[in-house]
């Protein structure tokens, strides 16, 4: 369960944003959306390794 702390005379949008940054952290909707449709297990290792490249080709480009 999320518990956002609302401070006395805190605006009601503000304590808003931070739960919904809240939520967002915690991946919920992410699980969701993906528990809906089977992916192969080998489809989620490309993903991973193509990922892994991308990531590796921006590290080579800072340096």
């Known amino acids: 369960m ?3 702390p ?3 005379g805190e605006n009601i949008e503000r304590a ?3 739960f919904k940054r ?3 952290k915690t991946g919920t909707m992410r699980e ?3 528990r809906q449709a ?3 297990p080998s489809v989620v290792s490309r993903e991973q390794r193509m990922k ?3 990531v590796q080709q921006l ?3 800072e340096e």
């Open 6 to 8: 609302i401070k006395e």
């Open 22 to 24: 809240k939520f967002e």
């Open 38 to 40: 089977f992916t192969k």
């Open 2 to 4: 999320i518990i956002v």
């Open 52 to 54: 892994a490249i991308y």
């Open 59 to 61: 590290q080579r480009e």
């Open 32 to 34: 969701l959306r993906s």
């Open 16 to 18: 808003l944003k931070k």
